[in-house]
């Protein structure tokens, strides 16, 4: 007896990285990780931690803000912005910082040696012929959804960049040392 295989379609959407991670009800791997550690704590991360940004370490900032200078560079500087010096003790200062408070809101903030290291990086990763022939004819940041035809679980991947002529996904890192023995 033959059984007969069901056709699995994903949905790939343009949608934010929030909207992205609001899908409770779908799994993504680093669900799969965190249940094969321990049960409780993928019940912790998908369902009860906070996510306060403002506690995001700035490791996590500077990594996104590289992602989206290499992959999406038109949306750069309207999501990130340096945050000049002001002396919040007198006046002038005072409303310098009032003012760029407005003109941030929304934004991540930046420190100008972050913004330099992250330009640097960008330049130089986009330099790297494999990079860029990976992200030539591909689309970059989208979210994808499907069902699992066989459990019927509902999973979410959010690949860096998916290439549209080969079969491949690029996920770009930052790490702190590109030692061949520190970035293993």
């Known amino acids: ?32 990780k965190n249940f094969m550690n321990s049960p409780k704590l993928f019940y912790y991360e998908k369902f009860e931690k906070e ?7 700035r490791h996590f900032s500077i990594g996104s803000a590289l992602h989206e200078l290499v992959l999406q560079p038109k949306l750069f500087l309207s999501n990130y912005i340096v945050t000049p010096k002001f002396d919040r003790r007198t006046s002038e200062g005072k409303l310098g910082y009032a003012e760029f408070q407005l003109k941030a809101e929304g934004k991540t903030l930046l420190a100008e040696n972050e913004m330099t290291m992250i330009k640097v990086m960008a330049e130089n990763a986009l330099k790297h012929k494999t990079l860029t022939e990976l992200l030539s004819n591909s689309v970059r940041e989208v979210s994808c959804y499907t069902t699992d035809p066989i459990t019927g679980l509902k999973i979410r991947m959010r690949p860096d960049s998916l290439s549209m002529n080969k079969s491949t996904i690029t996920d770009i890192k930052t790490c702190q040392s590109a030692n061949r023995s520190k970035f293993k």
């Open 1 to 32: 007896m033959k059984t007969k295989e069901k056709k699995q379609t994903i949905k790939y959407v343009e949608d934010t990285f929030e909207e992205y991670l609001s899908k409770k009800d779908h799994i993504a791997a680093s669900d799969v």
């Open 51 to 57: 996510k306060d940004e403002s506690k995001a370490e």
